[in-house]
């Protein structure tokens, strides 16, 4: 290893704890890794190893996933990359293209030890400023950022009961779905959700992560990664959505919707769908996932019922003076924005992944 010691001992925080990295091309590791988080109660699907893996194949970013050991047991995670543009800055995250991050551990003396490791790493790389996508927050001298919000949702056992829980509103969109005639159906490859996806990212002004990006998900995750197609009565792709399967949790994460949609209210179907089948599959929970305050998805999720919580994206800066702001809300976009909206699809998407991999 060049940037992060292999064994660091904490001496300060436990005698006999110690902070490795793990090598991906150890099965063995990656599994006792994935072991941890499955059962960690702080740890989320963007915790899994296999985002090592995705980021570093598809992306090329430095991954540093780290792990605290004690007594051959595993006591906390922390993965992070290590991500450098000229456009955007020079950070270390935890974790890019993911909601949720930071320190998943047992134990405060798990957690400290992680993230001291963390600092080290981020001061030799010589970062701009270091990320943790924490769902609580845990440094109060820490610049936080406070756009985000998550929204969750639990799942009835009962179809019926999960159909009441709709606001009146939003359960009638639902109903002219269903009356709509439209069919969902669990896609074996992301080609029509990529194309539905690409055309509405374009449609706000944003770059598409590239598909590779996305079968890339579906490879390394397995059934754990899902596509789910909401289709017209004559057959017709009109709204999609890839979601992840975690513990007993679904995460609709990336979605796209033709014109048409809002019309046939697609979206609402799609979602009710999802919802219905997670039911079937005996799942609990229904994590609606990240929205920016103050947008059209934030109000969609609260018309579902859903409470915002909001999102502790704590920074530690070190040649910066404030917390980033590399996101569309950004006034300083606006222009760029508007100038992608009117550039040739085709374009769009050849020039998109060459943006987006360093904003994450």
């Known amino acids: 290893m060049s940037e992060v010691s292999e064994v660091s ?44 893996q995705v980021i570093r194949e598809v992306f090329h970013h ?33 974790l890019p293209f993911a909601v949720y991050g930071g320190a998943a551990a047992l134990d405060e003396e798990a957690s400290a030890a992680l993230e001291q490791e963390a600092q080290q790493l981020a001061q030799r ?25 998550t929204f969750r949702k639990p799942i009835a056992p009962l179809d019926a009961d999960n159909m009441s829980a709709i606001p009146r509103k939003q359960r009638a969109m639902v109903r002219k779905g269903i009356k709509n005639g439209l069919r ?32 890339t998900l579906c490879r390394v995750f397995g059934p754990d990664c899902e596509v789910l197609t909401v289709c017209t009565a004559d057959g017709q792709p009109i709204s999609s959505v890839l979601s992840f399967y975690f513990r007993d949790e ?9 014109e048409a949609a809002r019309d046939l209210a697609a979206n609402d179907f799609k979602y009710w769908e999802l919802m219905r089948l997670a039911c079937v599959r005996g799942l609990k929970v229904f994590d609606y996932g990240r929205s920016k305050r103050g947008t059209g998805s934030y109000a969609f999720k609260k018309n579902w019922g859903c409470e915002a919580t909001p999102l502790h994206y704590e920074y530690c800066l070190y040649h910066r003076d404030s917390v980033p702001q590399n996101n ?28 987006v991999r360093n904003l994450g």
């Not at 990295?21 to 296999?50: E, I, K």
């Not at 010589?126 to 919000?149: F, G, S």
């Not at 950004?330 to 992608?340: E, S």
Request: aromatic share 12%; charged share 20%; with cysteine.
């Open 9 to 52: 001992e904490i001496s300060d925080v436990a005698a006999s704890l110690t902070v490795h990295r793990l090598d991906m091309r150890s099965t063995t590791g990656v599994a006792r890794w994935d072991a941890f988080v499955q059962t960690c109660p702080q740890a989320t699907f963007f915790h899994r190893a296999g985002w090592q």
């Open 62 to 94: 430095d991954t540093y996933f780290l792990y605290a050991q004690q007594a051959g047991q595993i006591r906390g995670v922390l993965a992070l990359a290590h991500v450098h543009s000229r456009l955007f800055g020079n950070a270390l995250t935890s």
């Open 125 to 149: 790389l010589k970062v701009d400023h270091l990320e943790l996508r924490n769902v609580q927050r845990r440094h109060t001298d820490w610049p936080v950022q406070d756009l985000y919000v």
């Open 184 to 215: 969902a159906h669990i896609d074996t490859t992301v080609d029509r959700f990529f194309v539905l996806y690409a055309e509405n990212v374009h449609r706000h002004g944003t770059p598409a992560l590239p598909k590779r990006y996305f079968q």
């Open 250 to 258: 679904v995460l609709p994460y990336y979605a796209g919707d033709a």
């Open 328 to 355: 569309p809300a950004n006034a300083k976009y606006r222009l760029l924005i508007a100038a992608w909206r009117r550039m040739p699809l085709g374009v769009a998407n050849w020039l998109g992944p060459k943006i």
